[in-house]
């Protein structure tokens, strides 16, 4: 994505390397949590700092964006489903919030996951922009992970439907401005990523957008179905 830099997909060693560094980080951050749950009873300081410490990766990550050498109009507008999701991740850690749970789990653990699957942009790990990579999406998955297991939030199905919406809505903003101005936010205008993604198996563009809507619709259905089966609690 940058202009004055050569693009390089990752390695599979390193690709392999990289998810082991996330889920090492997800389990550790979980893991911290309960003890601190347990000693002390409270999450409250230690859920504010993770927020806090998310949202500065946000921060760095769109600065890099926006600096001369890598500014570009139709990749570094803080408009990508990732830039959302850390918002969404560090408000509902520093002031927790259904919707922001809800929004949490079924899109974080949806789509940060499928982004460590099939990372895009420039994964050369001599370049800032890598590891700025890595750590936001790592950051948004195990806020995730941490909201379900540390904070013992459990999805409602009206927070399956709230969600829905909130997809639906994002393909209403973004859509029109990737049409009109040749873009891909978020990865549903008429372009396809530089590296291999699932989007290369659901046909052509504009068909493709309803698979792609309706996949992940079932995923995000799936992700409820345990909590429906197995009980619920309240957040």
Known sequence: MENLIIQ????????F??????LILVVLISVIGNRVKQRTGSLKQ???????SLFSIWVIYNIYYFLPANFRVDTSLPLHICDFLAIIASLSLIKPNRKTSALLYFCG???ATQAIITPAGNQDPM????WLFWLLHAGILSAS?????VRNYCPLFKDFLFVIGCDLLYVILILPLDIIFGWNYGFIGNLKPDTATIIDALGSWPQRLIWMLLLVFIIQFILYL??????????
Do not use: A, Q
């Open 8 to 15: 390089r997909e990752i390695t599979p060693f390193l690709h």
């Open 17 to 22: 390397s990289m998810v082991v560094f996330v």
């Open 46 to 52: 230690f859920s504010i700092s993770f927020g806090i």
């Open 109 to 111: 653990l949806v789509l």
């Open 127 to 130: 370049n800032f922009r890598f």
């Open 145 to 149: 992970v941490y909201d379900i297991v």
């Open 226 to 235: 345990p909590w429906k089966l197995f009980g619920k609690k309240k957040l």
